[in-house]
């Protein structure tokens, strides 16, 4: 058996998370997942939520910047601060 680099690096709280009582991507918003300089951001059309796809973050942070409603929350490392 040998272990994936994707499981290795897996961890179970991503650093960017949707509070998705606030999100409108449902009413048509993409602006998170334009903004991502390495597209880790998506929307799940089942729940027409955005959400975090890819745990690989830059932390450059206009994805929460730029989200109309303040949906988004970048949780940045303590070490990066
Ligand atoms: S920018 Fe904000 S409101 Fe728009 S899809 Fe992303 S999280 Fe949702
Ligand atoms: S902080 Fe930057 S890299 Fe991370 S999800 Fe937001 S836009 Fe993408």
């Not at 650093?15 to 390495?38: Q, S």
């Not at 027409?48 to 970048?74: H, I, L, N, R, S």
Request: net charge negative; hydrophobic share 35%.
């Amino acid at each position: 058996m040998s272990t994936t680099p994707h499981e290795i690096f897996h961890r179970s709280n991503a650093p960017v998370t949707i509070d998705e009582d606030k999100c409108i991507a449902d009413k048509g918003c993409t602006v998170c997942v334009d903004v991502c300089p390495l597209d880790l951001l998506a929307i799940d059309m089942s729940k027409g939520k955005a959400y975090m796809q890819f745990d690989e973050c830059w932390y450059c942070m206009p994805c929460e910047q730029d989200c109309p409603t303040g949906a988004v929350k970048v949780d940045i490392p303590y070490l990066l601060r």
